[in-house]
């Protein structure tokens, strides 16, 4: 069975990006399907798989980083308003037997994502 993961780094301070809530939405056309949401740990991940089983299906998924807040934290507080609040990372499933890890490497002022294994 496939699954998706994530995780945060903060690539400013060469640290995991701790206490960021993610939320999980499939996507259908312009429709978002509210699936869930978590908070990552010390080590900027999560405690679980986001979706396994029969609730990770072949389609598009989006996971929206709530990195404001974290930056305000551990960064100068941002300009108002910050730069990067709100990061949506949108993906596509084409296997859901596999294990999609999409995780997030931010800064105050840019991001990247890849699939990882």
Not at 24 to 45: A, P
Not at 62 to 82: K, T, V, W
């Amino acid at each position: 069975m496939g699954y998706l993961t994530t995780h945060v780094l903060d690539t400013a301070r060469g640290r995991p990006g701790e206490g960021i809530r993610i939320e999980i939405f499939r996507l259908e056309g312009e429709r978002r399907e509210y699936l869930g949401e978590v908070v990552t740990n010390d080590d900027g991940r999560c405690d679980a798989p986001l979706l396994e089983g029969s609730a990770f299906t072949v389609g598009e998924y989006e996971l929206l980083f709530h990195a404001g807040d974290y930056l305000d934290r551990h960064q100068a507080p941002g300009m108002s308003p910050r730069f990067l609040n709100r990061i949506p990372l949108r993906f596509g499933v084409a296997d859901a037997g596999e294990h999609y890890h999409v995780p997030l490497l931010l800064s105050p002022f840019g991001y990247s994502s890849y699939r990882g294994s």
